[in-house]
């Protein structure tokens, strides 16, 4: 069974940072592209960053460009998304999901983990 | 970027009935259209992708269609369990993008 956990999220001030981690487990982490995609509060979808199986492709939404890094360790199951100089509305919560297939949909998708930007 | 007008905002409905979404892109983006629904307080889950495939696990009573700019979303009849949000989403051309998203509400 497919199954992807985040962690990290929680309240943070204007300007900080926050790492998010999402375990993955139950298919082969290392044959998969993997993203982020958030959600504020009482709002829609929002696609945040991708990276490819291997790591070395990465692409980011405009939101998140210069501020956000995504990355992966395929030796442990890993996806992190580090968040730096935070902003009230980078506040939502964040989802892991796979790529169906490269640039493919989102077929699996987390629980999720809520950051909150907020002095 | 690609901009996703789904429509209605809003559907009002019985169970049992039958109905329809709507999905435009503001430019053609082939067959690479999903639907997912999300239900308050869960992830969205994936039901079609590339326009008219049914994901894993997805009932027949749900299924897609369209190509280019415009889309569509069908439930054959409303079970309980299907009164949710329901977002399009493209990825033809980064960035990747989604609807806002029809509401589908009992009545």
């Known amino acids: 069974e497919v199954q992807l956990l985040e962690s990290g999220g929680g309240l943070v001030q204007p300007g900080g940072s926050l790492r998010l981690s999402c375990a993955a487990s139950g298919f082969t982490f290392s044959s998969y592209a993997m993203s982020w995609v958030r959600q504020a509060p009482g709002k829609g979808l929002e696609w945040v960053s991708t990276?490819?199986?291997?790591?070395?492709?990465?692409y980011y939404a405009d939101s998140g460009k210069g501020r956000f890094t995504i990355s992966r360790d395929n030796s442990k199951n890993t996806l992190d998304l580090q968040l730096n100089s935070l902003r009230a509305e980078d506040t939502a919560i964040y989802y892991c999901?796979?790529?169906?297939?490269?640039?493919?949909?989102?077929?699996?998708w987390g629980q999720g983990t809520l950051v909150t930007v907020s002095s | 970027e690609v901009v996703l007008t789904q429509s209605p905002a809003t559907l009002s409905l019985s169970p049992g009935e039958g109905t329809t979404l709507s999905c435009r892109a503001s430019?053609?983006?082939?067959?690479?259209l999903a639907w997912y629904q999300q239900k308050p307080g869960q992830a969205p889950r994936l039901l079609i992708y590339?326009?008219?495939n049914r994901a894993t696990g997805i009932p027949a009573r749900f299924s897609g269609s369209g190509s280019g700019t415009d889309f569509t979303l069908t439930i054959s009849s409303l079970e309980p369990e299907d009164f949710a949000v329901y977002y399009c989403?493209?990825?033809?051309?980064?960035?990747?993008?989604f609807g806002q998203g029809t509401k589908v509400e009992i009545k």
């Open positions: 999901a796979r790529d169906r297939t490269w640039e493919g949909p989102f077929d699996y």
């Open positions: 989403q493209q990825r033809r051309i980064w960035p990747r993008t």
């Open positions: 590339d326009a008219s």
């Open positions: 990276i490819s199986n291997s790591g070395s492709n990465t």
């Open positions: 430019q053609s983006v082939s067959s690479y």
